[in-house]
T-cell receptor, first 115, second 117 residues
Framework: AQKITQTQPGMFVQEKEAVTLDCTYD???????LFWYKQPSSGEMIFLIY??????QNATEGRYSLNFQKARKSANLVISASQLGDSAMYFC????????????FGAGTRLFVKA | EAGVVQSPRYKIIEKKQPVAFWCNPI?????LYWYLQNLGQGPELLIR????????DSQLPKDRFSAERLKGVDSTLKIQPAELGDSAVYLC???????????????FGEGSRLTVL
């Protein structure tokens, strides 16, 4: 069975500081993708970053980076230089690459950025 | 390029009434998903289509929920009859699936928020 675990229901970070949101996953598929999505209070889901299971380097997208540790099955999101607009729900997701993209999500972490 | 379009954005009905949600995916996206999102939780997959075929509907409560994607483009999700516990946001997403060529990134609509009274 495939599973995504996000153990931090809520996180606080000071503006301009960095924050790490934890994600662990479980899958038996040898090839898979890992994703992070942001959901502001307005409700839309916004794609942030992608990491392939065979990618040698950690993914980066602007202020977002994904700390991928395959042996530990973790895919933590690091947000550098936090901004007030980063306050939102963040979801870790995984999709196996066999049999089509069946994407499953974690329960999410709510991030609060303090001024 | 137009994004994923969902309607209605909001729907309030009384229990036991039927309700339907419509989704038009991004042009050219062959995979379409319906997710259920309860307040404060992550999206849960209800059904996934590859073109017009439902390839994963194991989480769809088939006694009251039904879905269709007749021409492999837009899709409708129906609930009949609705129950109080169906109050949630119904998210539609699409992706382009080409083996080895796509990451599987999902593009979401704005969601349809259902309130059952």
């Amino acid at each position: 069975a495939q599973k995504i675990t996000q153990t931090q229901p809520g996180m606080f970070v000071q503006e301009k500081e960095a924050v790490t949101l934890d994600c662990t996953y479980d899958t038996s598929d040898p090839s898979y993708g890992l994703f992070w999505y942001k959901q502001p209070s307005s409700g839309e889901m916004i794609f942030l970053i992608y990491q392939g299971s065979y990618d040698q380097q950690n993914a980066t997208e602007g202020r977002y980076s994904l700390n991928f540790q395959k042996a530990r099955k973790s895919a933590n999101l690091v947000i550098s230089a936090s901004q007030l607009g980063d306050s939102a729900m963040y979801f870790c997701a995984m999709s196996p690459k066999t049999g089509g993209f069946k994407t499953i999500f974690g329960a999410g972490t709510r991030l609060f950025v303090k001024a | 390029e137009a994004g994923v379009v969902q309607s209605p954005r909001y729907k309030i009905i009384e229990k036991k009434q039927p309700v339907a949600f419509w989704c038009n995916p991004i042009s050219g996206h062959n995979t379409l998903y319906w997710y259920l999102q309860n307040l404060g939780q992550g999206p849960e997959l209800l059904i996934r289509y590859e073109n017009e075929e439902a390839v994963d509907d194991s989480q769809l409560p088939k006694d009251r929920f039904s879905a269709e994607r007749l021409k492999g483009v837009d899709s409708t999700l129906k609930i009949q009859p609705a129950e109080l516990g169906d109050s949630a946001v119904y998210l539609c997403a699409s992706s382009s699936y080409r083996q080895g060529a796509d990451t599987g990134e999902l593009f979401f609509g704005e969601g349809s928020r259902l309130t059952v009274l």
